[in-house]
């Protein structure tokens, strides 16, 4: 847990990270607006940091970012334009 939680929370994406494999649908939101909301709180994190979105792709070449899930999420993100889509 960051100690922040989003002002505002939209639906991003909504996948299938192995088609008739895995049969699960993963859904993806994004938040905007973080208000702190107490402290951090230690989890299984590695690593959390706020980056801008601008930085994300040197991120993902430069092999800082690879989870599947979080890279569908972000190449969404990115290329809406920051914008989350309605369904």
Do not use: C
């Amino acid at each position: 847990m960051t100690g922040y939680r989003a002002g505002r929370v939209r639906e991003l994406i909504r996948f299938w990270p192995l088609a008739e494999t895995v049969d699960s649908e993963h859904v993806a939101f994004v938040g905007h607006d973080p208000e702190r909301a107490g402290e951090a709180v230690a989890s299984d994190v590695k690593q959390a940091e706020w980056v801008a979105l601008g930085s994300v792709p040197g991120l993902i070449a430069e092999g800082e970012i690879w989870n599947a899930g979080t890279l569908v999420a972000l190449m969404r993100l990115l290329t809406a334009g920051g914008l989350a889509v309605s369904h």
